[in-house]
């Protein structure tokens, strides 16, 4: 991924290390959307987590790309 902060969009499972930061909020969210947030371990608007890339996590930040934003972690 660029160096750039990015949405979600297109993120692939790698080796690549991501730092995951809610960017807007929860309420009005579907209930599995809040819970996917909660899952990654965000808990509030501009929290930021690192995370593996693997496809566990790469399949949550893809269903949830519209709340979160994704840039590789250096």
Known sequence: M???QTTAKNVVASDAK??????KSTIGATPTHRETVRS???KRVGHTVVRDAD???VGMLNS????VTVEEAK
């Open 40 to 42: 990654l371990g965000l």
């Open 64 to 67: 949830v790309k519209h709340l």
């Open 18 to 23: 991501l730092e995951i930061t809610q960017s």
């Open 2 to 4: 660029n160096d750039i």
């Open 55 to 57: 496809a566990v996590t």
